[in-house]
T-cell receptor, first 115, second 116 residues
Framework: AQKVTQAQTEISVVEKEDVTLDCVYE???????LFWYKQPPSGELVFLIRRNSFDEQNEISGRYSWNFQKSTSSFNFTITASQVVDSAVYFC????????????FGGGTRVLVKP | EAGVVQSPRYKIIEKKQPVAFWCNPISGHNTLYWYLQNLGQGPELLIRYENEEAVDDSQLPKDRFSAERLKGVDSTLKIQPAELGDSAVYLC??????????????FGPGTRLTVT
């Protein structure tokens, strides 16, 4: 069965500090997709990025970067130079077989960025 | 382009009462999902539709929950009768194509249900 674990429940940083969110996943499928979603206080889940199991290339997009390592089943997410608007709950998610199959979410990590 | 629309945003009912939630997906999105999010947890899938067909409803508690998507566009999720443990946020999501087309899922703002 698929499982996603986000060990950090809450992270508090001061503005402009970097913050890294950990995500560890379990799956028996060889084809799977990993996602990060942001949930601000308004409640709407905002899609940030996805990676498939065949693409281990890490990526930087603006202040966001991702580190996907199949060897350790990890898909970590870093916000560089954090801003107050980054305060939200961040969810890591996994789908097996196809990106449109059901998403299995981790428990989320609450990020609080203080001015 | 408008996102996924859900209504109502908030609902308070007494236990044993029925309740219904409505979702209108992003225009052109054929796949629609209903997720349940308990406080402090990640969402869990209840049901997935491809057009008007429910293709994954294995986690929908069918004794009290039902859903429909009659014309393959908007959808309604119903609970009858509601129990205290149903208090949660009900999220609707949609994606452009079927699951194997590998499009992302886009979520609506959710309906927060409180059962008293």
């Amino acid at each position: 069965a698929q499982k996603v674990t986000q060990a950090q429940t809450e992270i508090s940083v001061v503005e402009k500090e970097d913050v890294t969110l950990d995500c560890v996943y379990e799956t028996r499928d060889t084809t799977y997709y990993l996602f990060w979603y942001k949930q601000p206080p308004s409640g709407e889940l905002v899609f940030l990025i996805r990676r498939n199991s065949f693409d281990e290339q890490n990526e930087i997009s603006g202040r966001y970067s991702w580190n996907f390592q199949k060897s350790t089943s990890s898909f970590n997410f870093t916000i560089t130079a954090s801003q107050v608007v980054d305060s939200a709950v961040y969810f890591c998610a996994l789908s097996e077989g196809a990106a449109g199959n059901k998403l299995t979410f981790g428990g989320g990590t609450r990020v609080l960025v203080k001015p | 382009e408008a996102g996924v629309v859900q209504s109502p945003r908030y609902k308070i009912i007494e236990k044993k009462q029925p309740v219904a939630f409505w979702c209108n997906p992003i225009s052109g999105h054929n796949t629609l999902y209903w997720y349940l999010q308990n406080l402090g947890q990640g969402p869990e899938l209840l049901i997935r539709y491809e057009n008007e067909e429910a293709v994954d409803d294995s986690q929908l508690p069918k004794d009290r929950f039902s859903a429909e998507r009659l014309k393959g566009v908007d959808s309604t999720l119903k609970i009858q009768p509601a129990e205290l443990g149903d208090s949660a946020v009900y999220l609707c999501a949609s994606s452009l194509g079927p699951a194997e087309s590998n499009y992302e899922q886009y979520f609506g703002p959710g309906t927060r249900l409180t059962v008293t």
